[in-house]
């Protein structure tokens, strides 16, 4: 793009900087007189994966499940059995703690907060009740965890996320000296926004850790946990470790098929220790007098029964996303390695790719893209609030455009890069 000499470009000189920058505008102006419209903001499926699940739309041939439930009539809260027993075999989750219905994991994370808030969970006193509720947030993260936790009044206390999950040192202080934090979230598998994974050590420690707070949870939202993009990872049994280290109840486990079959269309799921799982069948008892059960036997029909059905899907989807990410990361490589004025860590699967640019460069990006058409994630979406405290923090999602579109976006997001952090350089000379 650029027949810039500078390598690491703290070190260019004001003349060389102004001159690379006087080239980078003339770019510049010609992406904004291409009038593009594209959008690189919400990790969502493309068309193409989208078809990969049509089958879904087609009429069943029975309606019965096999313990001979009408699935087209009221009845069963906790989801049909052969569907609790596809995700069980999935996930290692056992059946009997897991409820399985409607169309979105989000709704269980909401319903669990309003548990916790209203009504308390297993005999602990209702949080809502209490002065002040601090909810631990390992950031980078995603927008809604923190949207859910913000609508509740629950304080956010930033926590790094570091390659093998949330410091820990960090987690294990404040949970042990601070009985008003009362819990973490947590993407436990290819991590929404940063593709990391946490680690079995960290998860034991997670599990097993002093909380000043009886009621100390973890919500653990693995909406990635088969979505292998790199490499292949197994995910820490969190449920069984909590048990293990006398905190039977200490988990939270979502998870739905929106990235899998189609967003919003689908199934959500949310398991818990023994009692806190019995607490909220109790609850939505009184919110519905059962989930779609269509949907629950499409979909086991769908993947034949059996979560080697649900992995053999997951690979061509795979082999959808992958040319994607690899185009988002050549264009990383290619323009910015050593340059020091953007770092990455590739993800090592999810939906998305994380990216840190020079200390307050973040919302000028963002805007210098929207000026020439491309929306990308807004800049603080990562941290509590919208508050990225310095304000570096990009999430890119390449799964929905096409790979020409996602091409040229890369090309542009590369450009206000660079635009942006020679601003921020220049100011400094
Ligand atoms: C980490 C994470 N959790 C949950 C969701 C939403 O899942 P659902 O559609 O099941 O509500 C998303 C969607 O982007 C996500 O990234």
């Not at 500078?6 to 102006?29: C, F, M, N, P, V």
């Not at 940063?194 to 097993?208: Q, W």
């Amino acid at each position: 793009m650029t027949t810039t000499t500078i390598t690491r470009w703290e070190d260019g000189s004001k003349e060389e900087l102004s001159e690379l920058r006087a080239g980078l505008d003339a770019q510049y102006a010609a992406w904004k007189a291409k009038g593009l419209r594209l959008d690189l903001s919400r990790g969502k499926p493309s068309p193409d994966v989208l078809d990969l699940s049509n089958a879904l739309l087609d009429g069943l041939d029975t309606y019965l499940t096999e313990d001979g439930t009408d699935v087209r009539n009221y009845g069963v809260i906790s989801g049909i059995p052969e569907c609790k027993r596809l995700f069980s075999e999935l996930l290692g989750i056992p059946a009997d703690r897991m409820i399985v219905g409607g169309n979105s994991s989000l709704t269980h994370m909401y319903n669990t907060f309003v548990m916790l808030y209203l009504f308390g969970a297993n005999g602990s006193a209702p949080w809502g009740a209490q002065e002040k509720i601090k909810i631990l947030c390992p950031c980078p993260g995603y927008d809604r965890h923190f949207s859910v936790s913000e609508d509740f009044g629950a304080e956010m206390v930033v926590v790094p996320l570091l390659e093998d999950g949330p410091d820990m040192d960090i987690v294990e202080a404040l949970a042990r000296e601070d009985a008003s934090v009362k819990g973490i979230w947590l993407v436990p598998l290819y991590a929404n926004p940063t593709g990391s994974v946490v680690s079995g050590e960290t998860a034991r420690r997670l599990a097993a850790m002093p909380a000043a707070a009886d009621d100390f949870r973890i919500f653990w939202d693995n909406a990635y946990g088969v979505h292998h993009v790199f490499e292949e990872h197994t995910l820490p049994d969190i449920l069984s470790l909590c048990e293990e280290a006398g905190n039977p109840e200490r988990a939270f486990y979502f998870f739905s098929t929106s990235k899998i079959n189609f967003p919003g269309a689908g199934i959500g799921l949310v398991a818990a220790g023994p009692r806190t799982a019995a607490q909220m069948l109790s609850h939505i008892k009184m919110q519905t007098i059962g989930y779609d059960k269509i949907i629950q036997l499409k979909t086991v029909k769908f993947f034949g029964g059996r979560a080697e059905g649900i992995r053999e899907h997951m690979r061509k989807i795979r082999a959808l996303l992958r040319p994607k990410f690899e185009l988002v990361l050549d264009v990383l490589e290619r323009e910015f390695s050593g340059t020091g004025i953007l770092e990455w860590t590739p993800p090592k699967g999810g939906y998305f790719v994380s990216v840190n640019t020079m200390d307050g460069c973040a919302k000028s990006v963002v805007a210098l893209a929207k000026e020439a058409g491309v929306v990308l994630t807004g800049a603080g979406a990562t941290y509590p609030l919208g508050k990225d405290p310095r304000d570096r923090n990009i999430r890119i999602a390449p799964t929905y455009p096409g790979i020409e579109e996602l091409a040229q976006t890369m090309e542009l997001f590369a450009l206000c890069v660079k635009l942006a952090s020679i601003d921020k350089l220049l100011a400094g000379k």
